[in-house]
């Protein structure tokens, strides 16, 4: 009785021609002609243009009081870089604007600078910044998120941190 390839299951279905002797954390790459050959692959040979935020996480903190000038921090749970950071305010601001910069480690990051308006703020307002230095964390580590306390009122923001993990 003849089976066709395409019609086996389960024991009878084998691994792909050469995977004996090809190497470990190898793939097959089809050549177009019918064949190819085991290589390994690296980051720049995926066509990545369907592969939306692949290795970026989100996290956030909620700043209990920013017309208080105060430091407050939040840890980064995996090595890479701040490449956006989001403010939302829980209620309007008054008297002055909020400007509120970040660091690592004691070192300021480059253009991450952020500056609540105060006329016409209201919750639910969003500012943001894309830093362009100083914006590498390791795992563990902390963001410190520096109010200079320029507005009145006990207003909370909540700051949202995009990583580009490495």
Known sequence: MTVNHKDMTGASLHEPKGVAGASQHTVYVANGAGSGTWEKID?????????????FITFTHTFTDISTAASEW???????????????????????????????AGTAVT?????????????????????????TLTAGQAIEIISDGGSTGTVKATFTFEIDVT
């Open 111 to 135: 253009s991450g600078g952020i500056t609540i308006t105060q006329s016409g703020s209201a919750a639910g307002d969003i500012d943001s910044s894309t830093p362009s230095g100083a914006n």
């Open 43 to 55: 980051a720049d040979s995926i066509n990545t243009s369907s592969i939306k935020n692949n290795n």
């Open 74 to 104: 939040v840890v980064c749970p995996l090595a890479g870089d701040i490449q956006k950071i989001w403010c939302v305010l829980h209620e309007a601001i008054t008297g002055a604007d909020c400007n509120f910069s970040f660091e690592i």
